[in-house]
């Protein structure tokens, strides 16, 4: 399975964006998608993951502002970001997993990371 996600960027506090994340390969042995972040010197952590049945986990500091979604048709996940805060800024990585559980704790496949910086 590969990861390739797109998106991400420069923005101010308040603003939006969107990242995508498209799975390739072996997608059949996927039931779950998400994505995890990690800022300068501290650890990566959980952001949000959707299963293929859409039952949707969020961490709490982006509840309510972050919305994940799922295009079946492509095996793309979509993350829309409002209201950013510059406590958003971070690496953002894609991650997939045959289950809900160990793709929000222990994701069998990661992609490569994408950047997102919000200004104050």
């Known amino acids: 399975v590969q990861l390739q996600a797109s998106g991400g960027g420069l923005v101010r506090a308040g603003g939006s964006l969107r990242l995508s994340c498209a799975a390739s390969g072996r997608t059949d042995s996927l039931t779950a998608m998400g994505w995890f972040r990690q800022a300068p010197g501290k650890e990566r952590e959980f952001v949000t993951a959707i299963s293929w049945s859409g039952i949707t986990y969020y961490a709490d500091s982006v509840k309510g502002r972050f919305t994940v979604s799922r295009d079946s048709a492509k095996d793309t996940v979509h993350l829309q970001m409002n209201s950013l805060k510059p406590e958003d800024t971070a690496v953002y990585y894609c991650?997939?997993?045959?289950?809900?559980?160990?793709?929000?704790?222990?994701?069998?496949?990661w992609g490569q990371g994408t950047q997102v910086t919000v200004s104050s």
């Open positions: 991650a997939a997993g045959g289950s809900i559980h160990s793709t929000t704790h222990y994701p069998g496949y």
